[in-house]
C-alpha cells in the first residue's frame, strides 16, 4: 500500500503477547508494524472473499448433484420439489 493513500490512524490496544507477535512477525517480514497490520487485514479481507466462493460452490455442486440424482431416479418435477421441500426441513 503507497503511502499517499494512508490518510486515517486508529488507535489499538494489544496485549503484551499480541503486541510482541505483531512486532516479531513484522521483523521478520521486514516491514514496519503498521504495514504488517495493514497486510493483516488484506489476508483477513481476501479469506474472507474465499470462504464466500467455497460456499457458493457448495451450494452449486449439492443443485447439481440435486439434479443428477432426482434424473438418475427418474423423479418428475413435483416429486423433485418434494424431495428439495423434505431435504429443506419441510413436510
Do not use: P, W
Not at 28 to 42: D, G, L, M, W, Y
Not at 43 to 72: G, P, Y
Amino acid at each position: 500500500m503507497s503511502k499517499k493513500s494512508v490518510s486515517r490512524a486508529i488507535t489499538v490496544r494489544f496485549s503484551t503477547s499480541d503486541y510482541n507477535r505483531i512486532v516479531n512477525d513484522a521483523e521478520q517480514k521486514n516491514e514496519s508494524v503498521a504495514e504488517h497490520i495493514r497486510t493483516i487485514i488484506s489476508s483477513n479481507d481476501e479469506q474472507l472473499s474465499l470462504d464466500q466462493r467455497f460456499v457458493d460452490l457448495e451450494r452449486r455442486i449439492t443443485h447439481k448433484t440435486f439434479s443428477i440424482v432426482c434424473a438418475v431416479a427418474n423423479l418428475s418435477d413435483h416429486e423433485c420439489e418434494i424431495a428439495r421441500q423434505r431435504l429443506s426441513g419441510g413436510n
